[in-house]
């Protein structure tokens, strides 16, 4: 059963740092590219980032783009996701998704919440 | 960049009736265009169709999607109770602000 699960979510003042972790099971990670996408609060989705399956390609959206990074321990299963400089329109739920989009399967997300 | 607007914002409908949810694309994605399903804010969405008319595993027939260019359609036949969620149409990394299902 392929299993997504984030963690390292929190409360974090503006200009802070967070490092989002997701854990995958249930397939063969490097076989598989991954993104991660936000929610903020009584909004829609937003796609943030991408990484190819060796972790050598990365691309960001405009808006994290500079102060966020993504990346994967293929050893681990594990991606990441670390985030510099948060800013008040950062506060979201973060969810991984497997493969490109469209995606058919997400973790269950982990809020992020930005604020002093 | 490509704009995906959905419309309307909002259906009221009542269970056993035919909802039928719009996505327009500002320029053409051909037939790349995915439709999700989220029950609640913060909860993971759902993939129901793919390749704007291709149903992801597991979605029930209810579920139909067409179109293809720049206008899309997403109907469900007869809407059951689980059915009343918010609707997010999506090319690439681009996402509609969704449209919410609600009872009538």
């Known amino acids: 059963e392929v299993q997504l699960v984030e963690s390292g979510g929190g409360l974090v003042q503006p200009g802070g740092s967070l490092r989002l972790s997701c854990a995958a099971s249930g397939f063969t990670f490097n076989n598989y590219e991954m993104n991660w996408v936000r929610q903020a609060p009584g909004k829609g989705l937003e796609w943030v980032s991408y990484?190819?399956?060796?972790?050598?390609?990365?691309i960001y959206a405009d808006s994290v783009k500079g102060r966020f990074s993504m990346s994967r321990d293929n050893a681990k299963n594990s991606l990441y996701l670390q985030m510099n400089s948060l800013r008040a329109e950062d506060t979201a739920v973060y969810f991984c998704?497997?493969?490109?989009?469209?995606?058919?399967?997400w973790g269950q997300g982990t809020l992020v919440t930005v604020s002093s | 960049e490509i704009v995906l607007t959905q419309s309307p914002a909002t259906l009221s409908l009542s269970p056993g009736e035919r909802a039928t949810l719009s996505c327009r694309a500002s320029?053409?994605?051909?037939?790349?265009l995915a439709w999700y399903q989220q029950q609640k804010p913060g909860q993971a969405p759902r993939l129901l169709i793919y390749d704007a008319s291709k149903r992801a595993t597991g979605v029930p027939a209810r579920f139909s999607g067409s179109g293809s260019g720049t206008d899309f359609t997403l109907t469900i036949s007869s809407l059951e109770p689980d059915d009343f969620a918010v609707y997010f149409c999506q090319w690439q990394g681009s996402f509609g602000l969704g449209t919410k299902v609600e009872v009538k």
């Open positions: 990484i190819s399956g060796s972790g050598r390609d990365t």
């Open positions: 998704a497997r493969g490109g989009l469209p995606a058919q399967y």
């Open positions: 320029q053409s994605v051909s037939s790349i």
